[in-house]
């Protein structure tokens, strides 16, 4: 069994149980300390994850908020911070992921091995930034709950307490069937599903064994309201509450949080591994690696006479940021493998469409802006259908990478490297 690493239970009282489920898990040290010496046990041990057995209203304010201060300021790889609760109790220390009492210790530890893993994936990313250059940071978005997407599905009278809790913090998905969340899922990028009332049995219990039966999916962070939960099945963050809707919400926010840290480490890895050439935000080029592959494609255009198309998905209309990112995202999912593109300033993305002539590349626009119109996330509360406008343009013998890009608005930028 390997080790899980060091340690720290937070607790004013006897924790004997708690640290005996750790320690079969095979944490080590595994340190017990009252909340105002946390601080100072975090900085000795250097743990990988803290566990706190004891609500934080047993503490004085002063040393919780010293407790999270000494969490938030620590160096290298992300912190877990379990809170263990009972029942619908509140979590009672902002930001901290709760966990089912020790009456399932088998939970607790699923769910401590997932968060761990996220950590091991942030160490990966550090350290290899740090190979790359040591001068190199990893910048994270200042508000990870903004850059997330929750699925919620529902019918009954929780639907909108639960889209409306959820809206006003994360990019909110709504449905009302379990096979159109089926759909969401496979189409975008999911940090977490919240799944209320007014569905029948049969159709969860087939969503929540196909989302454990994926490896996609088994992580994801899951809360059910009002509806038993198979606890053997193999999702470590599904979470369940009776019948407080924002108790629901408050509980998978934290999990939600994390899981797009994972999204975005992830493509941080994938920009490191590329020497810089992906955007960390988007998993589209950069602009100066999309500029010098256009500029070879163009050039490769000249020699061989193969065809080259580019088209500007542009979003009239709609200046906020999350949704330029969101119809990024998207677009990288969808992009053919032989096809390459990039973000603009101004939001809209610019594509390269290789070995493509003009009809074929309306046909290829067409389906990818199809696709934007019927998945992209509308900014805040506005619910209207995004529609992406299109620019296409395909290489001629008498153009230059300057004349091609011109006709759909475009200007090349500026020391493309060869």
Known sequence: MALLGPMVVVTETSAAEL????????AFPVVETGWADAPTAIAEVQPVAVAIAQAAEAAAERHVRAFAQSIATRAGPVTPVFTLVENDNAAGVP????????????????????????????????????????ARLISVPANLLADATVLCVGRGGSYPA???ALGERVGLIGTFSIEAAARYLNARDIDGIVIGEGLGPRPVDALLTALAEDPRFRDLPIGLLNRGADEERALPNLMRVEANALRLVERILPFVRLRAFEGHLKRALKSLESDGFFDPDTG???????????????????ES????S????SFEGITDGRTHIDAARLFSRLV?????????????????FTGTDLRSAHVVARRLASTLKQTMLSPGRDRRTIRPSIT???????????????????????????
């Open 392 to 418: 296409l343009a395909t290489f001629k013998p008498t153009d230059n990478l300057s004349t091609l890009v011109a006709r759909v608005g475009a200007y090349p930028k500026a020391n493309i490297a060869h």
């Open 162 to 164: 639960l889209s409306v």
């Open 284 to 302: 589209l080029l950069e602009s100066h690696a999309f500029w010098r592959d256009l500029d070879r494609a163009v050039g490769e255009a000249e």
């Open 310 to 313: 580019i088209a500007r998905f």
């Open 19 to 26: 640290i005996n489920v750790l320690s079969k898990a095979g």
């Open 95 to 134: 930001g901290a992921l709760a966990a089912a009492h020790a009456h399932a210790p088998e939970r607790f530890i699923a769910r401590l091995n997932s968060a761990l893993r996220i950590r091991t994936l942030h160490a990966t990313v550090l350290r290899r930034a740090r190979a790359m250059n040591p």
């Open 336 to 352: 053919r493998t032989v096809d390459f593109a990039c973000r603009e300033q101004d939001g809209s993305i610019l594509a390269a």
């Open 305 to 308: 006479g193969s065809a080259l």
